[in-house]
């Protein structure tokens, strides 16, 4: 019996490593490469339940392979489920003997029904969810026992029934459980980073604007210098229109630099003239100096 334990969180062991916490470490990957990882780590996690099953008797082995291939069909899908369902048949026909047909038998039943309810599962709310995979779990207990005992008459005790339903069950219960809360972690964490992000945008676009006033400021002022002075000379006239074009320049390059911060890039370090940015400034005053006494 004790043998039996450990063989059995020895599977639970594989299932929970391979379909909950080795996804987990997918997240940063692309929809296609994350989709075919997952389905990589539960075929292993198939294999090795079907490399290392449970010994009943010298004619009954069992395993929890169905785990996998419950979580796997009800969240994946009809095409990882497929895939899930060779793996299981055609690695366990590899050893032969009379459990292959069994393994064709309760593959098929576990098919049909995954197949018939994944849609309603992922409507499903998280307790929900739980409350049907235990459901799951007792169903699947009776098809794992009951299929060799028709097919060739093998009978087994009931707490071989209690042991292993009870593991199938609390497999299935904690694979949901950490799936659901992987995912309304990623859910939360997500929504996190969106609002810091918006906060950091909204203070941006903030002082952008604040920026972006500066040249128009001083854009219009030079018109109005131009409107309201008719007789300035050719100079002052080319030098007004020639700061309006450097502010409406640095306004461009202000909206430029803003609509490149989602995607920023090291820049060369540039040596600043401070005298030059000083007489700018003074270039930009000095018309305003006579209206100003």
């Known amino acids: ?7 059995l969180l020895l599977n639970l062991l594989f299932i929970i490593g391979f379909c909950s916490f080795l996804p987990m ?3 940063q990957k692309g929809i296609t490469v994350k989709k075919w990882l997952t389905i990589l780590f539960f075929c292993i996690a198939i294999i090795l339940c079907i490399s ?3 010994h009943l008797n010298d004619n009954f082995v069992f395993d929890l392979r169905g785990v996998p291939i419950f979580i796997g069909g009800l969240y994946g899908g009809p095409v990882p489920l497929l895939i899930y369902s060779l793996i299981a ?22 098919f049909i029904l995954i197949l018939a309810i994944y849609k309603r599962f992922n409507l499903l709310a998280a307790k929900e969810k739980l409350k049907l995979v235990v459901g799951l779990g007792v169903l699947s207990t009776i098809v794992v026992f009951q299929t060799p005992n028709i097919l060739f008459g093998f009978t087994l005790q009931p707490d071989y029934w209690i042991g292993f339903g009870f593991t199938m069950i609390l497999s299935l219960f904690i694979l949901v459980y950490l799936i659901e809360s992987l995912q309304e972690f990623s859910f939360l964490r997500e929504q996190f980073i969106r609002s810091e992000k918006m906060e950091v945008v909204s203070q941006l676009a903030a002082s952008i604007s604040h920026e972006v006033r500066n040249p128009m400021t001083t854009i219009k002022g030079m018109l109005q210098m131009l409107k309201e002075t008719p007789d300035l000379s050719a100079d002052k006239k080319n030098q007004f229109i020639t700061i309006s074009l450097d ?7 202000i909206i430029s630099d803003y609509l490149t911060y989602a995607k920023p890039t090291v820049q060369a370090a540039q040596i600043f003239d401070g005298h030059l940015e000083i007489e700018r400034a003074i270039n930009v005053i000095q018309p305003f100096k006579h209206e100003l006494y």
Do not use: Y
């Open 1 to 7: 019996m004790i043998q039996v334990v450990k063989d």
């Open 25 to 27: 470490f997918l997240e």
């Open 52 to 54: 290392f099953p449970i």
């Open 89 to 110: 048949v055609g690695f366990r026909l590899l050893f032969g003997g009379d459990g292959s047909i069994t393994t064709i038998i309760i593959t098929l039943l576990h």
């Open 247 to 253: 502010e409406l320049n640095r306004a461009e390059k």
